[in-house]
């Protein structure tokens, strides 16, 4: 399984932003897709994953700010980042898995997204 990541950028505290990530190759395999993030000096944590049923959940940081999407038959997940937090700056990892907890995991290249006060 590839995941290519696209939408990051620098944007406006307050503003809004559109992460996607497709996924290709045994697309069959994976069933929770999601979104996860590092900060400089910080570890990588989530941020909100989907299921193929479209099960949701958030970090409570984003709660509200943030909604996770998914398109199946395009095998892509999508973040809409709305009312942008400096503290939201970090790298974005895109992230899939067969199933919630499975040692098997699969991720992007990354994306950056800065968020400017």
């Known amino acids: 399984v590839q995941l290519v990541e696209s939408g990051g950028g620098l944007v406006q505290a307050g503003g809004s932003l559109r992460l996607s990530c497709a996924a290709s190759?045994?697309?069959?395999?994976?069933?929770?897709m999601g979104w996860y993030r590092q900060a400089p000096g910080k570890q990588r944590e989530l941020v909100a994953r989907?299921?193929?049923?479209?099960?949701?959940n958030y970090a409570d940081s984003v709660k509200g700010r943030f909604t996770v999407s998914r398109d199946n038959a395009k095998n892509t997940v999508y973040l809409q980042m709305n009312s942008a937090k400096p503290e939201d700056t970090a790298v974005y990892y895109c992230?899939?898995?067969?199933?919630?907890?499975?040692?098997?995991?699969?991720w992007g290249q990354g994306t950056r997204v800065t968020v400017s006060s």
């Open positions: 992230h899939a898995s067969p199933y919630s907890g499975s040692l098997l995991e699969y």
């Open positions: 190759g045994s697309i069959f395999s994976i069933n929770p």
């Open positions: 989907i299921t193929r049923g479209g099960s949701t």
